[in-house]
């Protein structure tokens, strides 16, 4: 069975500074893996996603996220937090059948506080 | 600009009583996901559609829930009897299929419920 582990609960960074946001998957065969972002009483905005070739993918509001398949690990990162960063951060991963994706496996999700 | 929607946004009712979820899938997607998220277990994938037929419905309670896709533009969920513990906000995602390059999935703004 796949699952995915978010070990950060709460991080709080100061405006400005950069993030590392963690994940750790575990998935048998290739996995398709997932960054959403959730504010306050919204639904789920896909930031990225990574499917194959180039391990480092792009995504919306500058960040990127790593595949790195020895350490099972796909990080969010972004260079410089801006206060509308602050929200909660979802990594997941997930399969394909035939016709398309399956159903996707959560983390517990990271909450970003940002300090001014 | 093409979205999930669902309604209602918010629901309280009573324990024992029905409550029927919809959503509105974005136009031309042909996979439907519904998923449940609660603060103890986090988002969790009940049940999901493609083409209009069930391929995987076993994060569901199968004796009180039931997921169904009257039409293409249409996907309801529906809880009876309702119990305090199904108290959480229900997500409906869409996704167009195909190739993995471009199946993701899109979510909807969700549906509060509170059971009392």
């Known amino acids: 069975a796949q699952s995915v582990t978010q070990p950060d609960i709460h991080i709080t960074v100061s405006e400005g500074a950069s993030l590392e946001l963690r994940c750790n998957y575990s998935?048998?065969?290739?996995?398709?893996l997932f960054w959403y972002v959730q504010s306050p009483g919204q639904g789920l905005q896909l930031l990225l996603k990574?499917?194959?070739?180039?391990?480092l993918v792009q995504g919306i509001k500058g960040f990127e996220a790593e595949f790195k398949r020895s350490q099972s690990s796909f990080n969010l990162r972004k260079p410089s937090v801006h206060w509308s960063d602050a929200a909660e951060y979802f990594c997941a991963v997930g399969s394909l059948s035939g016709g398309g994706a399956d159903g996707l496996t959560f983390g517990k999700g990271t909450h970003l506080i940002i300090q001014p | 600009d093409a979205r999930v929607t669902q309604t209602p946004r918010h629901k309280v009712t009573e324990m024992g009583q029905e409550v029927t979820m919809r959503c509105q899938p974005i136009l031309g997607h042909n996979t439907v996901f519904w998923y449940r998220q609660t603060m103890m277990q986090g988002l969790e994938l009940l049940a999901y559609f493609r083409n209009r037929a069930p391929l995987d419905d076993s994060g569901m309670p199968k004796d009180r829930f039931s997921a169904e896709m009257p039409d293409a533009t249409l996907a309801t969920l529906k809880i009876q009897p309702s119990e305090p513990r199904d108290s959480a906000v229900y997500f409906c995602a869409s996704g167009p299929g195909g190739s993995s390059s471009t199946d993701t999935q899109y979510f909807g703004p969700g549906t509060r419920l509170t059971v009392l």
């Open positions: 990574y499917f194959s070739g180039d391990t």
């Open positions: 998935y048998g065969a290739t996995p398709y």
